[in-house]
């Protein structure tokens, strides 16, 4: 390998470099991994968001979780990791914004000051246009996100993984390597919460750390008498973290706001922060950072010494 290609810049694309032509395919893919732990390197905590089945509100959480992370001043990125119903660009209201590319790769979309937002949905001009990928694209595209987007430094990068434990969600681990900790979303009923376990296993499958379990859509109240009305029954989730033994994260009620908050793109610890549900995730969001800090110190006081004498 000649002098030009070891000093290779990890911040420039393959496509818009004037050596490309020279390089081999194995010096083309070791240049892109290179680029992918650079772009790692500058992100402190990779949180994942799961579920086990479709339905349960886990966009809403993640959006409102990066949300409340941005508000507390940390600096976050949103990856929109559901390839064929992405969603959090329309939560957000960003749906008419696109993802511009640049000569050293992709610049995400900004939300609020501090909030980075990257989605399928934000290269498409078609929002009806299906997306129909097998595996290997998917792959494709999930590393291009992380490698190739503009992230800068980030304290936070919140995953947005679509429902299961597919293809998705295998890439994001396999490609960023050491995930922080998975936050696990269900709602009440019996039948999330069986799926909620599969999310749960996967994570220690993979040596992820379970940050806990949130319930969503966890009762609600009346907006007439006040009563508390338990829609979907309420405390499985909390069940569910205590027979998994993994620390339970919160109840989110059912509010209409959350709904109604999420179609004109807006969160709802933005728009409505003192409503219950908005405390809820409040609290996800400090209960993260908490658990992210203890790492971190216990990874310090791990760490050998360096310097000093005997």
């Not at 992918?36 to 349960?56: A, E, N, P």
């Not at 509100?57 to 990856?79: P, Q």
């Not at 995400?108 to 129909?132: C, H, Q, T």
């Not at 291009?144 to 304290?155: I, T, Y």
Request: with cysteine.
């Amino acid at each position: 390998m000649n002098k030009e290609k070891q000093e290779c810049d990890t911040a420039q694309l393959c496509e818009t470099c004037a050596e490309a032509g020279t390089c081999s395919e194995k010096e083309k893919q070791a240049h892109e991994e290179r680029r992918l732990k650079d772009r790692l390197y500058h992100i402190r905590h990779k949180i994942m968001v799961m579920s086990g089945k479709g339905g349960v509100g886990k966009s809403t959480v993640a959006v409102n979780l990066a949300t409340a992370l941005a508000l507390d001043g940390f600096r976050v990125g949103i990856l929109d990791a559901d390839i064929h119903g992405p969603n959090i660009p329309k939560m957000l209201g960003l749906e008419l914004y696109q993802l511009m590319g640049t000569g050293d790769g992709i610049r995400p979309v900004e939300f609020y000051p501090n909030v980075k937002v990257v989605s399928i949905a934000l290269l498409s001009g078609d929002s009806d246009a299906p997306v129909v990928w097998r595996g290997p694209l998917k792959h494709a595209m999930i590393k291009q996100f992380l490698a190739d987007v503009e992230w800068g430094d980030l304290d936070y990068l919140i995953v947005d993984l679509p429902p299961g434990t597919g293809d998705e969600a295998l890439s994001v681990a396999h490609l960023i390597e050491n995930v922080d900790g998975s936050v696990v979303v269900t709602t009440p009923q019996e039948v999330a919460l069986l799926d909620s376990r599969k999310a749960v296993g996967f994570s220690r499958l993979l040596k992820i750390k379970v940050l806990g379990i949130v319930e969503n859509m966890s009762g609600m109240t009346c907006p007439h008498c006040g009563k508390e009305i338990n829609l979907f029954k309420v405390g499985g989730g909390e069940t569910a973290a205590r027979n998994l033994m993994v620390p339970f994260l919160g109840r989110i009620p059912i509010d209409p706001e959350v709904v109604t908050m999420c179609d004109q793109g807006t969160p709802l610890v933005l728009s409505k922060p003192d409503s219950a549900a908005a405390k809820v995730f409040f609290g996800l969001s400090q209960a993260v950072s908490r658990e992210m800090e203890r790492g971190e110190k216990e990874k310090a006081e791990q760490s050998p010494v360096r310097g000093g004498g005997s």
